[in-house]
């Protein structure tokens, strides 16, 4: 796996290979193949801003000495227990049009990466189980080694021309699997349930707004969403602010790849904020406005895993694939406006009357552990020009305290903006209970018994 970053070095350039069976050829003609990888071309050039350029070669395509349930059949845990096979077949028989040494970006001795394109729909699509899987993995997971042109070949990812329902009605791919796969490559984790419905059931996910979950399938794989937050702060790619009190405007993160960050007090758990709006790439996404994300990568307890039949950490599940296999314990959530939203349309702020986010707003502005950031938005809206707009502000903030043998003076300020709708709570303990009561703004003072 290589971080976006350190491979951004002018060009990426990468070679992609047909390659069919014996008993499965393409359905595809040369000329479709090769609009599949220029638009997938496209797709990361646009993710790049012009920062940095991607090359996508085909070669032309070639056919494997077996047929495809060889390459497809299933062990174990393992999919398509001889891919590592194919895809070194696919390289070898590619020796005489392709020069793999111009595939090592960084010259470092290593071809970056090889994407086989297969004949075929895919596995992870409903059909027969000897299909292909679309996935990224190394020939050394399979202990296989390879050497091109004096180059190692071990990176690869695979995708497969066909997309189709549970097998029926197969269709050319689109590019969303394509890119979704290669994405792996830049460091890029599944954010769909990878379980399915283990561990409690199906999750929700980040919806169809991003690349690394279901948006890879917007318009049947043809428009896949733009990189958002959560995958810009992996890549450490775009431009993060820490949120503040103060009034904002977010372009459309495609625009101006800004987001803002909340860190909360347990290390590896934060929130991220980004404006999308239904244009380009995010044009599927039909509905825009300020997305919230509650991302946990800490040693906080993640419940139970089915796979690994025990809990996990939410560093765990980043480690493991596991991101999001627990409905109740996402561990890259978008914080929908409607938390029983039913379409993605109603995840965006603002949604109806949900124009704000704090600790006591539903959804709420608290950590897993419950604990508050001491920090609201407010007055959530869109703009015509497809930018969001909110102010951040501290509803309370304490002054001063007094204390004395039986009693306290706490002294506190109220953004103006909220002060007629909040109330106030109190904790209080002997040391073995803690006991807490809630107030209407306006009064003076309280008793405690």
């Known amino acids: 796996m290589t971080n976006l970053l350190a491979i951004f070095l002018a060009v990426f350039r990468m070679i992609v290979i047909p390659a069919q069976f014996q008993d499965r050829q393409f ?34 395509a070639v056919t494997l000495s077996k047929g495809y ?6 062990y174990s845990d393992r999919r398509d227990a001889q891919l590592g096979d194919a895809v070194r077949e696919a390289c070898r028989l590619s020796s005489g049009q392709v020069d793999f040494s111009l595939y090592d970006n960084d010259n470092d001795g290593n071809v970056d990466n090889v ?28 202990g296989l080694s390879l050497s091109m042109n004096g180059k190692t070949v ?21 590019i969303g699997i394509f890119c979704h796969e290669l994405a792996h490559h830049f460091g890029l984790h599944d ?11 199906m999750s929700k996910g980040l919806w169809n707004t991003s690349l690394m979950d279901f948006g ?78 509650h991302i946990d990568k800490s040693e906080n307890p993640a419940g139970m895993s089915d796979y690994y039949g025990r809990e996990l950490t939410a560093a765990e599940r980043w480690e493991y694939g596991q991101i999001n296999c627990r409905p109740d314990r996402q561990c890259a959530e978008i914080v929908s406006a409607d938390p029983e939203a039913a379409e993605a349309s109603d995840i965006f702020f603002p949604n109806g009357s949900r124009d704000s986010f704090g600790s006591d707003t539903d959804p709420a502005f608290r950590t897993w552990d419950g604990g508050t950031s001491g920090l609201a938005l407010i007055d959530i809206r869109r703009n015509g020009d497809g930018s969001v707009s909110f102010s951040v502000v501290r509803p309370v903030s304490i002054s001063s305290t007094t204390v004395f043998q039986d009693a306290a003076i706490v002294n506190w300020d109220i953004d103006e903006r909220l002060a007629e709708n909040m109330g106030f709570e109190i904790e209080w303990t002997d040391g ?5 009561d809630r107030a209407d703004c306006g009064t003076d003072s309280y008793t405690i018994e």
């Open 27 to 60: 359905s595809c003609t040369e000329a479709e193949l090769e609009q599949t990888v220029l638009s997938a071309q496209e797709y990361f050039n646009d993710q790049s801003w012009d920062e940095r350029e991607f090359v996508f070669d085909i070669a032309p």
């Open 69 to 74: 349930a060889y390459y497809g059949s299933n």
């Open 115 to 142: 994407f086989v394109l297969f004949a075929g729909p895919s596995e992870a699509d409903g059909a027969d189980a000897e299909s292909i899987w679309p996935q990224y993995g190394s020939l050394g997971d399979y």
């Open 154 to 174: 071990d990176s690869f990812a695979v995708s497969c021309e066909l997309a189709s329902d549970d097998g029926l009605n197969p269709q050319p791919a689109g």
């Open 191 to 201: 954010l769909y349930d990878t379980d399915g419905d283990g561990s409690g059931g």
């Open 216 to 293: 890879c399938k917007n318009l049947d794989g043809q428009c896949p969403p733009n990189l958002g937050a959560p995958d810009l702060e992996t890549l450490g790619a775009g431009t993060c602010e820490e949120l503040k009190t103060g009034d904002y405007t977010l372009e459309p993160v495609n625009r101006s790849r800004r987001y803002l960050k909340y860190e909360t007090g347990t290390e590896g758990e934060y929130f991220l904020f980004e404006c999308r709006a239904p244009e380009g790439w995010d044009e599927p996404l039909g509905n825009g406005g300020l997305l919230i994300y």
């Open 432 to 436: 073995k209970t803690v006991w807490s």
